[in-house]
T-cell receptor
């Protein structure tokens, strides 16, 4: 079965600083999702990457999928308190149905 | 447009009881998926339904069942509740066609089993 490892598991940054969260898959990715979750709430869709080398941006958040499609990174530029939350990467299923296998998440705190 | 809605928001049940959770997808979305998120973990896939048919099932016991109605809303049913079933239950809906990969999640139902 596919497993996703996220690093770091927890991150505390000063407002205005840049940061990167990594997601590594045990198998080649069919597609990779990034979601944000406020504690105990639903997930907010950020973006999905499918092609090797693909890069997408959503406001100040940029995500990349490596050429081999086994690693993705999420980069936040000039972090703000509104960026605080749990960032989850998820692997899309290639079996014809919409199962997403999620990592454990990275908890981000932004200190004003 | 309204997003995915789930009810109830919170629920407390006793071991051995049964529970039904409800989900209404975004208007026009025909696919609904259910996930279980235990505290400190990522969500785990339980079921996907599309056009009222089960399309995928995760590694959960038969105590978990679901169905989808003609209006595409869905119910998740859990029988013989265990303490380990305490979790946030998330529902996600997806559009059809080229945007089928987009999954929009509801706020979740927090289930506590005592």
């Amino acid at each position: 079965s596919q497993e996703l490892e996220q690093s770091p598991q927890s991150l505390i940054v000063q407002e205005g600083k840049n940061l990167t969260i990594n997601c590594t898959s045990s198998k080649t990715l069919y597609g990779l999702y990034w979601y944000k979750q406020k504690y105990g709430e639903g997930l907010i869709f950020l973006m999905m990457l499918q092609k090797g080398g693909e890069e997408k941006s959503h406001e100040k958040i940029t995500a990349k999928l490596d050429e081999k499609k086994q690693q993705s990174s999420l980069h936040i530029t000039a972090s703000q308190p509104s960026h605080a939350g749990i960032y989850l990467c998820g692997a899309a299923n290639s079996g014809g149905y919409q199962k997403v296998t999620f990592g454990i998440g990275t908890k981000l705190q932004v200190i004003p | 447009d309204a997003g995915v809605t789930q009810s109830p928001t919170h629920l407390i049940k006793t071991r051995g009881q049964q529970v039904t959770l409800r989900c209404s997808p975004i208007s026009g979305h025909k696919s609904v998926s259910w996930y279980q998120q235990v505290l400190g973990q990522g969500p785990q896939f339980i079921f996907q339904y599309y056009e009222k048919e089960e399309r995928g099932r995760g590694n959960f016991p038969d105590r978990f069942s679901a169905r989808q109605f003609p209006n595409y809303s869905s119910e998740l049913n859990v029988n013989a509740l265990l303490l380990g079933d305490s979790a946030l239950y998330l529902c996600a809906s997806s559009p059809a066609g080229g945007r089928a990969f987009e999954q929009y999640f509801g706020p979740g139902t927090r289930l506590t089993v005592t």
